[in-house]
């Protein structure tokens, strides 16, 4: 059921709709900035234009209105789509067990404000519900985030980690892709891209592989 991701047809009748959504956040406004994501993510936008996707929204830097917004407007584009994806680099957090993309300008002084200040991904996915072939959530976003040792817990349990927890996606024809393993962290070595998109690029555009061959060939970053 997962199918290709960049199998371009010729016959107009089995067109399918297929969009993506990229984002990079690299300018982070309180911790030091990360030098990967826009690169990373310019180099995973490429192959979904090469292969002809009807929407690809690239989003650089994005503040938590403007994060918010480009979920929100995604999902409208992604009502009547066989496949939609999105790609998502920068730093994430783990709160008792639920995963949020962290916007440029997060603070996240207190756990409570997590709701307020970042995205869950939840929230992500329930964008991608009506999509009626494949939907494809790729976080590389297992990066060391200093964001999460500064934390202040309102409740002394609540756990806060800095890799990302496990998903069991509950819709079918989902598919969620880590870095790394989960609640696991990672450096993005020294080139312009990181290990895991650099692997990403290579294998997933490759005509005619399945998806989820594509990704048992990415290594993880742990």
């Given at each position: 059921?997962?199918?290709?991701?960049?199998?371009?047809?010729?016959?107009?009748?089995?067109?399918?709709?297929?969009?993506?959504?990229?984002?990079?956040?690299?300018?982070?406004?309180?911790?030091?900035?990360?030098?990967?994501?826009?690169?990373?993510?310019?180099?995973?936008?490429?192959?979904?234009?090469?292969?002809?996707?009807?929407?690809?929204?690239?989003?650089?830097?994005?503040?938590?209105?403007?994060?918010?917004?480009?979920?929100?407007?995604?999902?409208?584009?992604?009502?009547?789509?066989?496949?939609?994806?999105?790609?998502?680099?920068?730093?994430?957090?783990?709160?008792?067990?639920?995963?949020?993309?962290v916007p440029a300008?997060?603070?996240?002084?207190?756990?409570?404000?997590?709701?307020?200040?970042?995205?869950?991904?939840?929230?992500?996915?329930?964008?991608?519900?009506?999509?009626?072939?494949?939907?494809?959530?790729?976080?590389?976003?297992?990066?060391?985030?200093?964001?999460?040792?500064?934390?202040?817990?309102?409740?002394?349990?609540?756990?806060?980690?800095?890799?990302?927890?496990?998903?069991?996606?509950?819709?079918?024809?989902?598919?969620?892709?880590?870095?790394?393993?989960?609640?696991?962290?990672?450096?993005?070595?020294?080139?312009?891209?990181?290990?895991?998109?650099?692997?990403?690029?290579?294998?997933?555009?490759?005509?005619?592989?399945?998806?989820?061959?594509a990704f048992g060939?990415?290594?993880?970053?742990?």
């Amino acid at each position: 059921m997962f199918g290709f991701l960049f199998v371009i047809s010729a016959e107009p009748a089995r067109a399918e709709k297929r969009v993506a959504l990229v984002i990079g956040i690299s300018n982070y406004q309180r911790v030091p900035p990360l030098g990967n994501p826009s690169h990373d993510a310019a180099a995973m936008g490429a192959p979904f234009r090469k292969a002809g996707f009807d929407v690809v929204d690239d989003k650089r830097d994005l503040g938590i209105v403007d994060l918010r917004r480009a979920v929100r407007e995604f999902s409208e584009k992604a009502q009547d789509a066989d496949i939609a994806v999105v790609y998502y680099a920068g730093h994430g957090i783990e709160v008792d067990g639920l995963n949020y993309l962290v916007p440029a300008d997060a603070k996240l002084a207190r756990d409570f404000d997590v709701d307020d200040e970042a995205v869950s991904l939840d929230r992500v996915l329930r964008a991608l519900d009506p999509v009626k072939r494949l939907r494809l959530v790729i976080l590389d976003a297992c990066r060391d985030n200093p964001l999460a040792g500064t934390i202040k817990k309102s409740v002394a349990t609540r756990s806060i980690g800095r890799g990302s927890a496990k998903v069991e996606p509950t819709t079918p024809n989902t598919l969620v892709a880590f870095a790394t393993k989960a609640g696991a962290v990672a450096d993005d070595g020294s080139g312009e891209n990181s290990q895991y998109t650099s692997a990403l690029v290579k294998y997933i555009a490759e005509p005619g592989v399945d998806v989820r061959v594509a990704f048992g060939r990415v290594p993880t970053r742990c």
